[in-house]
């Protein structure tokens, strides 16, 4: 058994507009100095049968396929 952690966040220059609103909500409850916040997913996966070579080549046709909208978002693959 093989758990990953897939992490896709938006590539730089590209508007993030919920990072902007929490960005100004943490200002408004007192949190001054956070500055540039990008918001992401986080994926946790589980792959049985499968060897490490297998499953990291499984994940990342998993990310370009559905995970990740690649023209606008980047990705990183962890393995446990």
Same mark, same amino acid.
């Given at each position: 058994?093989?758990?990953?952690r897939v992490t896709v966040t938006l590539k730089n220059g590209v508007l993030?507009?919920?990072?902007?609103?929490?960005? @100004?909500?943490?200002?408004? !409850?007192?949190?001054? $100095? %956070? #500055?540039?916040? +990008?918001? @992401?997913?986080?994926?946790? !996966?589980?792959?049985? $049968? %499968? #060897?490490?070579? +297998?499953?990291?080549?499984?994940?990342?046709?998993?990310?370009?396929?559905?995970?990740?909208?690649?023209?606008?978002?980047?990705?990183?693959?962890?393995l446990d």
């Amino acid at each position: 058994m093989i758990k990953a952690r897939v992490t896709v966040t938006l590539k730089n220059g590209v508007l993030d507009p919920q990072g902007k609103a929490i960005e @100004g909500a943490l200002g408004a !409850l007192g949190f001054e $100095g %956070v #500055d540039q916040i +990008r918001q @992401g997913k986080v994926f946790d !996966l589980t792959l049985d $049968g %499968v #060897d490490k070579t +297998r499953a990291e080549a499984d994940i990342k046709a998993m990310c370009e396929k559905l995970l990740a909208n690649t023209v606008i978002e980047n990705y990183t693959i962890s393995l446990d």
